[in-house]
């Protein structure tokens, strides 16, 4: 049993590093196109929000709508915390003495240089994370003594309510207000010099911070805190019979879960290179919804996987239905800008309507299902090979 488990540990890290290998070459190699770095890097970070919301609304039964919200909370953080001061006075030019007057990579790179520039985008992630759950705990106070559509409806409110505190002027001085925040510390500022080599890092970074983040939820959900997550969602009556203390488990998976969505909008704060709280909208948290609906509600790896589906259709796959196309003189109809998003919302439907379960269901991906793949593919079409053999001899 030892040898085994030994076995699949050092196949799945084998499979990490050749992960980080290859990112790291299409990451450095001029003919790599941009809109798959584009899927890789945004599609890891909405990975991180997903599995975040799943881990609330899939393996704890909380319906919550207000990823949006933490998100924006973990990027204003970030960014306001990473602005060099150099930098402040351009960034805030609305605001006298805007800005906090220092800036924590700037200063730990400045001593400790690379790996201080390292500690130091991990710490204010960190801290991005905890003022999310610092919100989320004070919030859930109230509202996780509601249930379905009412904490739904309530975590939406307070989504939209952050973000209009957030562009409020009286707080523009540290926000910039409705304004732009932008020349923080990025995935651009990955980069290796060494000599005349230049070794570019901006899709290895957010797969490295998003993947430490899900395995640590991965390790909670198969915990004893992850079975008492379950218990609740299926059966709260009988998870308080047992023992679990309803009220304390809710608000730790809710803070939890904001926690790690805090960290995922940081993420994209550095992916953008920019912050603007336009852009955390409730459309945010409903594609986000879609992700983990598709995925298969109650499992990471089918979030994942729907993760950089969902990443790839929108942004790359469907792109050439936005350009305008003629075969000779004859124009071809419907094809113009927007009507990627039509199509892809056609094809959203069908795949609710058609895999309820989702990709993967309540089921996760594992090495050994991936191994059997190319076998239970194989069956499929010998059984069909047998089914019809059977029919013809029948016909006989």
Same mark, same amino acid.
């Given at each position: !049993?030892?040898?085994?488990?030994?076995?699949?540990?050092?196949?799945?890290?084998?499979?990490?590093?050749?992960?980080?290998?290859?990112?790291?070459?299409?990451?450095?190699?001029?003919?790599?196109?941009?809109?798959?770095?584009?899927?890789?890097?945004?599609?890891?970070?909405?990975?991180?929000?997903?599995?975040?919301?799943n881990l609330l609304n899939g393996f704890t039964g909380l319906f919550s709508l207000g990823q949006a919200g933490f998100m924006l909370l973990?990027?204003?953080?970030?960014?306001?915390?990473?602005?060099?001061?150099?930098?402040?006075?351009?960034?805030?030019?609305?605001?006298?003495?805007?800005?906090?007057?220092?800036?924590?990579?700037?200063?730990?790179?400045?001593?400790?240089?690379?790996?201080?520039?390292?500690?130091?985008?991990?710490?204010?992630?960190?801290?991005?994370?905890?003022?999310?759950?610092?919100?989320?705990?004070?919030?859930?106070?109230?509202?996780?003594?509601?249930?379905?559509?009412?904490?739904?409806?309530?975590?939406?409110?307070?989504?939209?309510?952050?973000?209009?505190?957030?562009?409020?002027?009286?707080?523009?001085?540290?926000?910039?207000?409705?304004?732009?925040?932008?020349?923080?510390?990025?995935?651009?500022?990955?980069?290796?010099?060494?000599?005349?080599?230049?070794?570019?890092?901006?899709?290895? !970074?957010?797969?490295?911070?998003?993947?430490?983040?899900?395995?640590?939820?991965?390790?909670?959900?198969?915990?004893?805190?992850?079975?008492a997550f379950k218990a609740i969602r299926d059966d709260e009556i009988a998870a308080e019979a047992m023992g679990i203390n309803l009220a304390?488990?809710?608000?730790?998976?809710?803070?939890?879960?904001?926690?790690?969505?805090?960290?995922?909008?940081?993420?994209?704060? !550095?992916?953008?290179?920019?912050?603007?709280?336009?852009?955390?909208?409730?459309?945010?948290?409903?594609?986000?919804?879609?992700?983990?609906?598709?995925?298969?509600?109650?499992?990471?790896?089918?979030?994942?996987?729907?993760?950089?589906?969902?990443?790839?259709?929108?942004?790359?796959?469907?792109?050439?239905?936005?350009?305008?196309?003629?075969?000779?003189?004859?124009?071809?109809?419907?094809?113009?800008?927007?009507?990627? !998003?039509?199509?892809?919302?056609?094809?959203?439907?069908?795949?609710?309507?058609?895999?309820?379960?989702?990709?993967?269901?309540?089921?996760?991906?594992?090495?050994?299902?991936?191994?059997?793949?190319?076998?239970?593919?194989?069956?499929?079409?010998?059984?069909?090979?047998?089914?019809?053999?059977?029919?013809?001899?029948?016909?006989?």
């Open positions: !049993m030892k040898q085994k488990n030994m076995k699949r540990t050092l196949t799945a890290a084998a499979l990490l590093v050749g992960l980080l290998i290859v990112l790291l070459l299409l990451d450095n190699l001029p003919f790599i196109p941009a809109m798959l770095l584009t899927v890789l890097r945004k599609g890891a970070i909405y990975a991180l929000v997903a599995v975040s919301m973990g990027a204003y953080t970030y960014a306001i915390l990473t602005v060099p001061v150099g930098n402040q006075a351009a960034v805030y030019q609305r605001y006298t003495n805007g800005g906090i007057g220092f800036s924590v990579t700037e200063a730990l790179s400045g001593a400790l240089g690379g790996f201080g520039l390292l500690l130091g985008v991990i710490f204010c992630l960190l801290l991005g994370g905890i003022v999310a759950a610092g919100f989320a705990y004070l919030i859930g106070l109230p509202v996780l003594k509601l249930k379905s559509d009412y904490l739904a409806i309530a975590t939406l409110g307070f989504a939209e309510i952050i973000r209009a505190v957030v562009q409020y002027e009286g707080l523009g001085p540290v926000t910039n207000g409705s304004n732009l925040l932008y020349g923080f510390t990025s995935f651009t500022d990955f980069t290796i010099y060494a000599g005349n080599a230049t070794i570019h890092l901006e899709t290895v !970074m957010p797969f490295l911070f998003s993947g430490a983040c899900i395995a640590i939820i991965l390790l909670l959900i198969n915990s004893t805190y992850g079975r304390h488990h809710k608000r730790l998976s809710f803070v939890i879960s904001s926690f790690f969505a805090g960290i995922s909008g940081a993420l994209l704060a !550095m992916y953008q290179a920019s912050v603007q709280a336009t852009t955390f909208k409730s459309s945010m948290t409903y594609e986000i919804l879609l992700i983990v609906v598709i995925g298969g509600i109650g499992s990471v790896s089918g979030s994942i996987l729907a993760s950089f589906l969902f990443i790839g259709c929108s942004e790359w796959l469907l792109r050439f239905l936005d350009n305008e196309t003629y075969i000779g003189s004859f124009k071809v109809p419907l094809l113009r800008s927007g009507f990627r !998003m039509v199509v892809f919302s056609v094809i959203i439907m069908c795949v609710v309507l058609f895999f309820r379960r989702g990709i993967m269901g309540d089921k996760e991906l594992t090495l050994d299902s991936v191994k059997k793949l190319p076998q239970r593919i194989a069956s499929l079409f010998t059984k069909k090979g047998k089914g019809s053999a059977e029919k013809g001899g029948a016909a006989q």
